[in-house]
């Protein structure tokens, strides 16, 4: 992860981008898959309103939506934190053309088609079938 940042006079700009990769849960088949992700980010940061002779910016400041940072320390964890949850897919599926589980046996269809598949689709088997019951 790489983090820039510089002063505006009182505002603090951080340029950023983190990559790694990430283990999530497809949703359609439940195996496990990974992903890199490599996001970019920027973030400003404004000092946190004076008590004294700022009272009207310190009323409205739930309603601005900045971060603010109080100058002994800036605890920028939190906020890279959003900024990852943010990049994350909001649907995970380890591709996009998964084809999940089979909803008979549980088979994961992306390794293999499982039987019942194999079953329901060749009108030859289901002959065969009937035949079986017939007899
Ligand atoms: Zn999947
Ligand atoms: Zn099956």
Not at 48 to 64: N, V
Not at 84 to 90: N, R
Request: net charge negative.
């Amino acid at each position: 992860m790489h983090l820039l940042y510089y002063r505006s006079g009182p505002e603090i700009f951080f340029s950023g981008n983190f990559s790694g990769a990430f283990t999530g849960h497809c949703g359609r088949c439940l195996e496990e898959f990974n992903f890199s992700l490599d996001q970019t980010f920027d973030l400003v940061l404004t000092p946190e309103p004076k008590r004294s002779g700022h009272r009207a910016a310190e009323l409205h400041r739930d309603e601005l939506g900045l971060s603010y940072y109080s100058s002994e320390e800036i605890d920028l964890a939190p906020l890279i934190a959003e900024q990852v949850i943010l990049a994350l897919p909001t649907r995970s599926l380890c591709s996009e053309d998964c084809r999940g589980l089979c909803g008979k046996c549980g088979a994961n269809l992306n390794s293999e088609p499982c039987s019942c598949a194999n079953a329901d689709g060749d009108p030859r088997m289901a002959l065969f079938r009937t035949l079986k019951v017939g007899r």
